[in-house]
């Protein structure tokens, strides 16, 4: 196949570098607006050859894959949309599903394909000299499969994404991505943010953090051109998981505030017992 | 100088470790109340010998280290005053220190020097089997130092942690150390039970997580034996940095909700700032 990456960023450098790794019987090209980036990439046969001109390669592509941020997608796609080769496939990375999927279905044409996916395997630091083939390795894959989409296209983007080295990967609802994701991913930053915002400046604090602060922060050099739009199209299943983590504190607050030990105790146990369950552990009996 | 370790588990398993790995003119010894793991730390040669008695080495000791759980603490101070040695040093590893810097001091004899200290490298298995001197390199320590406190024997025992490599070793109030563990240690437990608890266990979530739902529950198998206490005995400055916690989180809810973009941007380079600060690092001027 020609596969033809748009985007050559972080994620989009990572595609490169796993297929090149992984799946050498394809053709790995890319568009992006960096021609240095794009010869760098050529120069370290990453690629087999960049282009800035999307009209060079997307006829011939029988892959394309966006990595781009999610407010330009559609456009992208649009702009293609004259270009396609017939049944092609297309893909995404983005990290909310139902509103990506609403932009972009009614546009496509009969044949081409749009397999929208999401590899959890993010990383904060942006730009292609971060990519590696490393960071897919036991990561998680959802693909959020629509009506439109051809069973023969899901197994083979499916049997793609296995070789690229990811562990668990899933086909489930725009919906159920959109929650769970919502959960895992963005309730976990709109944390990492408030912890970091809230801590007093005067202090110096980073003399006196252990690992525990350190870990809880390690998201936060976020990307503030991506979250927010990642944040407001998915507010509804957002401000939802907010307000549960927020009752959860609540109640551990309350047992702290009456210092109600066995209740913080059953919740620890509660946690323990998740903890282990996450991790495949088993949960000791006793310690 | 001999050395006792009460509490043979993690922690004091870990500065036996240390000990004889870096300051190896001092004789170590320890008392616990398991004989196993006394006769196993012999046999590995991790101290010269291990006691279930005290009083048959707290007489020779000139320093003792506590590492024991804070509810115990002070009837074993109580105990072993009869039997110390003059001008013996004592130390302990607890992670709050008002409250048992009250309950202490007023116990102790003239000549006996408690340096209360706090090595921020806990860890959350328990045992002497998951100890190491790894753990202590690169990470603070905190001593929470009092009237009392002789400078030479706070130099000592600064000289001491220092040579165990630790890299920040500070003297601080105990109202100082209270507020920030609160906030670096004890609010990022808060928020990580939370978290894993407020989790919809019919969902299987762990099949949709990237990094950072790992990295936010990693502190979650957690002693549930040791920690209520510790949020009873810290609750006023604990339940303070919740709420300034709360505070930020709602600023940020509410920015998703009105989807004011631009002030989920100001937030996100705000903590992007502080991340780069905690971590030492120069801000890029754009990206």
């Given at each position: ?102 932009q972009i279905e009614p546009l496509l044409p009969e044949s081409a394909d749009f397999v929208f ?43 793609l994404i296995k070789r690229m080295g990811f562990k668990n990967v899933s086909s489930v609802t ?114």
């Amino acid at each position: 196949m020609n596969i033809v990456i748009v985007g050559l960023g972080n994620i989009g450098g990572s595609f490169a570098l796993s297929l090149r790794e992984n799946a050498r019987e394809h053709t790995v090209y890319a568009i992006d607006v960096d021609e240095d980036t794009l010869e760098h990439a050529e120069h370290e046969g990453i690629i087999r050859q960049g282009f800035t001109d999307p009209e060079k390669i997307i006829p011939r592509a029988d892959l394309i894959i966006f990595s781009v941020y999610p407010l330009i997608l559609k456009s992208l796609v649009e702009k293609y949309i004259p270009l396609l080769k017939e049944n092609v496939i297309l893909t995404d990375v983005t990290g909310v599903k139902r509103s990506i999927i609403g932009q972009i279905e009614p546009l496509l044409p009969e044949s081409a394909d749009f397999v929208f996916g999401h590899p959890m395997a993010g990383r904060e630091n942006r730009g292609l000299k971060y990519s590696s083939a490393e960071v897919f390795k036991g990561a998680n894959y959802l693909f959020t499969l629509t009506d439109r989409n051809r069973d023969d296209n899901v197994e083979l983007m499916t049997s793609l994404i296995k070789r690229m080295g990811f562990k668990n990967v899933s086909s489930v609802t725009p919906e159920f991505h959109d929650d769970v994701i919502g959960f895992t991913s963005q309730l976990t930053h709109v944390i990492a943010l408030s912890l970091i915002n809230s801590d007093d400046v005067e202090r110096n604090t980073k003399q006196y953090t252990g690992d525990s602060y350190r870990d809880l922060t390690r998201i936060t050099n976020i990307n503030e051109n991506l979250w927010p739009e990642l944040f407001v199209m998915n507010k509804d299943y957002l401000i939802d998981h907010i307000d549960r983590f927020k009752s959860q504190m609540d109640l551990l607050k309350d047992a702290i505030e009456t210092e109600d030990v066995e209740t913080m105790q059953e919740m620890m146990v509660e946690a323990r017992r998740r903890y282990h369950d996450l991790h495949n552990l088993e949960m000791p009996e006793s310690e």
